[in-house]
């Protein structure tokens, strides 16, 4: 999957803080949490608005 991603950042050792301003850096659009709803899951990262809203 990997890939085909334009994009690909491994944030697993920020915290959500840090991670959201490097999504946002990276001016990625639709940020995709891979883990979903497993142990690992970073659920809290989009209040931090990490992507544009349109």
Do not use: W
């Not at 840090?18 to 497993?38: G, H, K, V």
């Amino acid at each position: 999957m990997k890939k085909t991603l334009a994009h690909f950042v491994r944030i697993v050792d920020m915290d959500d803080a840090t991670a959201a301003p490097c999504i946002r850096q990276q001016e990625i659009d639709i940020p995709i949490d891979l883990q979903e709803l497993t142990s690992g899951a970073r659920p809290n990262i989009p209040a931090y608005r990490p992507a544009p809203c349109r």
